[in-house]
Structures are given as structure tokens and as C-alpha cells.
């Protein structure tokens, strides 16, 4: 009797060790977003927007979806974001010079656990 409880004890103990310290999987998506202008160049502090749009099928019109970002370039041109979930995002960067607007845009497809770059030309 006394061996049968040592043996429920430690498979007890067995199972409880394997299902608290499981694998946790890095599922963060990153996007990294550098912007540059028409001859190559980086393009800092350029305002980057990234959103999903959806489109209304009774109305047939395209919205603006919740899960959206926003984000200033650093002096690299580039600027990082992090989603819990993969998707696929529009991307559109704005930057100012004088009195022109010089805007990019292009589309990233966010997958799991890994950081996706993409490189938009202002125009």
C-alpha cells in the first residue's frame, strides 16, 4: 500500500510539473515600417498609420476597423509596432516639407511570432 501511494504521489507530482512549466510560444506579431523618399533616402519623423479596412457588405461601403496603430519614424526612418493577433494592415505614411505633402503607402501581412519589415516610398 505503501508503494502504490509513493507512485500516485509522484505521478501526480510528474503531471503537475509538465503542465506549469510548458512552452510558452512567442505569438507577438512585429511590424517594423521604414519610410523613405523618392531617391532612397530615409525619411524621419514621417507619421505612419496602420489599419485594416473593412468592407460594410449591406451598405458596400469600406470602413476603418478597431485595431489600428500610429507612429512617428526615428531617425533610422523606421518605427515598430507589436499585435497580439496576425493580420493583414494598410499602411499609409504622411510627412510634411514646407507647404507639400509627401505621402506613401503600401499593405503588411503580420505573422505569427515574427517581425515582418516593409519599406514605403513617399511620393
Not at 512549466?21 to 498609420?49: E, H, L, R, W, Y
Amino acid at each position: 500500500m505503501k508503494h502504490l501511494l509513493l507512485i500516485v504521489t509522484f505521478f501526480g507530482l510528474t503531471c503537475l510539473f509538465f503542465s506549469t512549466t510548458g512552452c510558452q510560444k512567442n505569438t507577438d506579431c512585429t511590424a517594423t515600417v521604414k519610410v523613405v523618399d523618392s531617391t532612397g533616402a530615409i525619411s524621419p519623423s514621417s507619421d505612419v498609420f496602420l489599419y485594416a479596412s473593412v468592407k460594410n457588405g449591406t451598405a458596400g461601403t469600406t470602413v476603418i476597423a478597431d485595431v489600428k496603430a500610429n507612429g512617428t519614424t526615428d531617425a533610422g526612418g523606421e518605427v515598430k509596432f507589436t499585435f497580439k493577433l496576425p493580420a493583414i494592415y494598410d499602411i499609409k505614411s504622411t510627412r510634411v516639407v514646407g507647404t507639400r505633402t509627401y505621402v506613401a503607402t503600401g499593405i503588411i501581412k503580420l505573422e505569427e511570432g515574427k517581425n515582418v519589415d516593409k519599406t514605403v516610398t513617399l511620393k
